[in-house]
């Protein structure tokens, strides 16, 4: 159960997130403000201070935070590209088994954000992120099913 003090993260603006992130170390605020930075919203992209924020928030504890700075080591965004240092926060972020950061990391090997595209390993996050446990002999091994996942996470989802 969430406690009524909780703060209400989907509600806030950018002042709020900063005072939250800055005043109170809040590393939830911080990755989130990371991503503002990082995206442009509601704040002028500046991807050296969201890796910043991202530092911060993973250094207390945040997974996504692990996540998003493995992004913007890959990709050299804010922060000196070190696809190493980015597989190994994917790596530690991973371990801490949220479903939340499994899809994240799942979606940051499909679309081979910074890092060689890997189907396999994405699958296996997403699949960990439903809970469903799978033994390593089930993935597909054979060129045409990778050939054909690969080409199915690239296409966008076409409308019903």
């Not at 997974?63 to 530690?92: C, M, S, W």
Request: charged share 30%.
């Amino acid at each position: 159960m969430i406690p009524d003090s909780a703060p209400n993260y989907e509600k806030m603006d950018i002042i709020d997130l900063t005072k939250l992130a800055y005043d109170k170390d809040d590393p939830i605020a911080q990755n989130l403000l990371g991503e503002a930075y990082r995206d442009g919203f509601q704040a002028k992209q500046n991807h050296g201070v969201a890796a910043s924020l991202f530092y911060k928030a993973a250094k207390n504890k945040n997974p996504d935070a692990l996540v998003n700075l493995g992004i913007a080591f890959a990709k050299g965004q804010g922060v000196p590209k070190n696809p190493e240092k980015a597989r190994e926060l994917f790596r530690i972020a991973v371990r801490d088994g949220r479903s939340s950061t499994l899809f994240k990391v799942g979606e940051v090997y499909a679309k081979g954000l910074g890092v060689r595209q890997d189907v396999e390993m994405a699958v296996l996050c997403w699949l960990r992120a439903a809970g469903v446990t799978v033994r390593a002999d089930l993935v597909p091994q054979d060129p045409v099913s990778k050939r054909y996942l690969t080409q199915s996470l690239r296409e966008e989802p076409k409308a019903p």
